[in-house]
């Protein structure tokens, strides 16, 4: 290279292929599960075809606030559903369209199936209509889009509104929003008592997990970044100056697989399957799982599942944590909480293979290069004891039983103390533990203390939360503003992410987040956590230097009195809604009297706006102006308000903005 030349800069060529141009087979695959008999052998090749074929579309709606949801539900079934029994494909040509699927097991009629592709969305205005409605209201998070068969994960965890959840291994996050929302399932205006601590390994996965999280505006999630197999204990310090651990109700042990049963949506995985996959997993797998059960409380449930088909990944991991934790923890049958679901019922019986797909009945068969891949602990049970482990309680899905992904789940219940916990504990009652110190500091013999490693972060580095004090000057002046009801409600459970210069935007959380933040910030590293409620508007025309952000009204709208609040009927709500651009803003004069004489009382500034309906009390944040008024909300949210409200909002084609 001559002198001065600069080296040309290769940009790197992308070799996967289309996955139109994948051929979806494996021999090695189509052997290791013939001879596992994943499936009755009338049914093999069907499931096959099956898992060849592109998978439907799923998604559900957010069940809270649970009028909305109806709302939606209506609207979804009466206006997007009914043009798709028929759809036109020529003018000469009507051809019957696969039919939306309601999902029998999933609560409420929230869950829906739909078969729909992007030919489809091309020549069906019907089709178009609905995609458009997925996209926007997803954006609103008022929709998930989810595969079907992951759902069911949550729903079995049964979690109540003052549960403390775990999720070890959360992202991207879809599940986690169905346990934020099981969590406010009683009541969408009160915070609820429990918490959802979502956790995941990857620092960058993790903001998915923020992603999903901020769309359903909960002060009840806490997203954390920590290996599952060894995550710490969470500590909450006391009023006493003693600590103790924080225990779960429900836990969900959603563990990293090989990820088989998804080679409809992922088609790469034809390519890559090998039997050492599921084998390499299984170690990470028991740890995890070993861990989450140690964190539940006695009485608690923990869901184990993965995307995978192989019983070395499910059934194995399972019977092998059994034989250590005896009679503490059993899996239950919850068979009688998906109905009509189609499953297999759980493997008593596998034989573990290696790589080459060589299988073996018993661990003295393993050649000795194979040793270290074919664990001992990977063999089923032997028949005469199968039955003590309940291993038939568990639930396989084929793609074929009802149009799905393939998935593996089980229910285990923790009854007692796990044999090596019970040592541990003997030994913990005989010392106070002090703040900063954890059970496993006692691991030894308690006599002496050992200083907890210090854990090295990676990723981004997070901002501080920074708790409000009992005078917070900021709070005093909102507060008066606002005329917030202190009654309920304790100021320093808001919260702001910067401990220098000015506060740009106030959060919320629940007293509970609130402990856990306080007692381990420094110890785990803590992504995010809150809702928004205050943001910072220097406005000299408006008596506070916060507005209110609509991502927190729910939370907060029962804290207000009349100050700041304007009821309105529907006619006037939906004129508001239709103006929330600065730029085209409602003059205070286009409202009925009785909401323009209101209107006037209030001084230039952030509000809040109810609509005056027993049946959809929507609250939305707006803006008074000199002689105007607006609705402060985003795109997404306003074409969701009109939509349920019956309001056309095709003018507004895709929904993609902010």
């Given at each position: 290279m001559g002198k001065g030349k600069k080296k040309k800069k290769t940009i790197p060529v992308d070799r996967r292929p289309c996955y139109k141009e994948i051929i979806r087979e494996n021999s090695n695959f189509e052997k290791y599960y013939e001879i596992q008999k994943i499936c009755p052998k009338v049914e093999w090749n069907e499931m096959l075809k099956y898992l060849r074929s592109d998978l439907p579309t799923g998604f559900r709606i957010t069940s809270y606030p649970k009028y909305e949801a109806k709302a939606l539900l209506s609207l979804v079934e009466s206006t997007f559903f009914k043009d798709l029994l028929k759809v036109k494909e020529s003018e000469d040509n009507e051809v019957a369209m696969d039919k939306p699927y309601c999902l029998p097991w999933y609560p409420h009629q929230f869950g829906w199936q739909i078969q729909i592709t992007r030919n489809n969305i091309r020549k069906s205005e019907a089709y178009f209509r609905l995609h458009n409605f997925l996209i926007c209201e997803t954006q609103g998070g008022n929709i998930s889009r989810q595969e079907v068969v992951s759902m069911i994960p949550p729903i079995l965890l049964d979690v109540q509104s003052?549960?403390?959840?775990?999720?070890?291994?959360?992202?991207?996050?879809?599940?986690?929003?169905?346990?934020?929302?099981?969590?406010?399932?009683?009541?969408?205006?009160?915070?609820?008592?429990?918490?959802?601590?979502?956790?995941?390994?990857?620092?960058?996965?993790?903001?998915?997990?923020?992603?999903?999280?901020?769309?359903?505006?909960?002060?009840?999630?806490?997203?954390?970044?920590?290996?599952?197999?060894?995550m710490p204990n969470i500590l909450i310090n006391n009023t006493d100056n003693t600590t103790s651990v924080l225990k779960f109700d429900r836990v969900l042990c959603d563990v990293p697989c090989s990820g088989d049963g998804t080679m409809r949506k992922n088609p790469d995985i034809w390519t890559k399957w090998n039997a050492a996959n599921g084998n390499n997993l299984h170690g990470v797998q028991i740890r995890i799982l070993k861990r989450g059960i140690e964190m539940l409380e006695i009485g608690g449930r923990l869901v184990y599942s993965t995307c995978s088909l192989n019983p070395i990944e499910n059934e194995a991991v399972l019977h092998r944590f059994l034989v250590n934790a005896k009679d503490?923890?059993?899996?239950?049958?919850?068979?009688?909480?998906?109905?009509?679901?189609?499953?297999?019922?759980?493997?008593?019986?596998?034989?573990?293979?290696?790589?080459?797909?060589?299988?073996?009945?018993?661990?003295?068969?393993?050649?000795?290069?194979?040793?270290?891949?074919?664990?001992?602990?990977?063999?089923?049970?032997?028949?005469?004891?199968?039955?003590?482990?309940?291993?038939?309680?568990?639930?396989?899905?084929?793609?074929?039983?009802?149009?799905?992904?393939?998935?593996?789940?089980?229910?285990?219940?923790?009854?007692?103390?796990?044999?090596?916990?019970?040592?541990?504990?003997?030994?913990?009652?005989?010392?106070?533990?002090?703040?900063?110190?954890?059970?496993?500091?006692?691991?030894?013999?308690?006599?002496?203390?050992?200083?907890?490693?210090?854990?090295?972060?990676?990723?981004?580095?997070?901002?501080?939360?920074?708790?409000?004090?009992?005078?917070?000057?900021?709070?005093?002046?909102?507060?008066?503003?606002?005329?917030?009801?202190?009654?309920?409600?304790?100021?320093?459970?808001?919260?702001?992410?910067?401990?220098?210069?000015?506060?740009?935007?106030?959060?919320?959380?629940?007293?509970?987040?609130?402990?856990?933040?306080?007692?381990?910030?420094?110890?785990?590293?803590?992504?995010?956590?809150?809702?928004?409620?205050?943001?910072?508007?220097?406005?000299?025309?408006?008596?506070?230097?916060?507005?209110?952000?609509?991502?927190?009204?729910?939370?907060?709208?029962?804290?207000?009195?009349?100050?700041?609040?304007?009821?309105?009927?529907?006619?006037?709500?939906?004129?508001?809604?239709?103006?929330?651009?600065?730029?085209?803003?409602?003059?205070?004069?286009?409202?009925?009297?009785?909401?323009?004489?209101?209107?006037?009382?209030?001084?230039?500034?952030?509000?809040?706006?109810?609509?005056?309906?027993?049946?959809?009390?929507?609250?939305?944040?707006?803006?008074?102006?000199n002689y105007s008024i607006r609705a402060y909300i985003s795109v997404p949210d306003g074409i969701h308000y009109l939509r349920i409200l019956g309001e056309d909002v095709s003018m507004f084609g895709m929904c993609n903005h902010d």
């Open positions: 003052h549960h403390k959840v775990l999720d070890m291994c959360a992202a991207p996050g879809s599940k986690t929003a169905q346990l934020i929302e099981q969590l406010h399932s009683t009541s969408p205006t009160e915070i609820p008592s429990g918490v959802v601590v979502a956790n995941d390994i990857d620092n960058q996965r993790c903001y998915m997990l923020v992603h999903q999280a901020k769309r359903l505006n909960s002060p009840c999630a806490v997203i954390v970044n920590h290996d599952a197999a060894v503490s923890v059993k899996i239950v049958d919850v068979s009688s909480k998906l109905p009509g679901l189609k499953y297999s019922r759980g493997f008593t019986y596998w034989l573990p293979a290696s790589k080459d797909i060589q299988v073996y009945e018993k661990f003295d068969e393993v050649p000795e290069k194979w040793r270290t891949v074919v664990r001992p602990e990977m063999f089923p049970p032997q028949p005469s004891e199968a039955a003590q482990y309940g291993l038939d309680n568990c639930i396989r899905i084929l793609p074929h039983h009802q149009d799905t992904g393939g998935f593996f789940v089980a229910v285990l219940e923790k009854l007692k103390p796990l044999p090596w916990e019970t040592s541990l504990k003997s030994v913990a009652s005989e010392f106070t533990i002090s703040n900063n110190t954890t059970l496993h500091d006692l691991k030894n013999n308690g006599s002496e203390k050992k200083r907890p490693k210090k854990r090295i972060k990676l990723g981004y580095k997070e901002d501080p939360f920074v708790f409000f004090g009992d005078n917070e000057e900021i709070w005093l002046s909102v507060k008066d503003f606002y005329e917030i009801k202190t009654n309920n409600f304790v100021p320093s459970c808001l919260f702001t992410r910067c401990d220098k210069g000015k506060k740009k935007n106030i959060y919320l959380c629940s007293s509970l987040v609130k402990k856990i933040i306080s007692s381990n910030q420094e110890k785990i590293k803590i992504i995010n956590s809150g809702v928004k409620v205050f943001v910072r508007c220097d406005k000299k025309t408006m008596g506070c230097a916060f507005r209110l952000a609509q991502e927190g009204v729910l939370n907060i709208q029962s804290l207000f009195g009349e100050k700041r609040l304007i009821r309105v009927n529907k006619e006037d709500f939906i004129k508001i809604i239709s103006h929330n651009n600065p730029s085209d803003p409602l003059s205070i004069t286009q409202l009925e009297p009785t909401a323009q004489k209101r209107v006037e009382e209030i001084t230039v500034g952030s509000c809040i706006i109810q609509l005056q309906d027993a049946d959809l009390p929507i609250y939305i944040v707006g803006w008074r102006g």
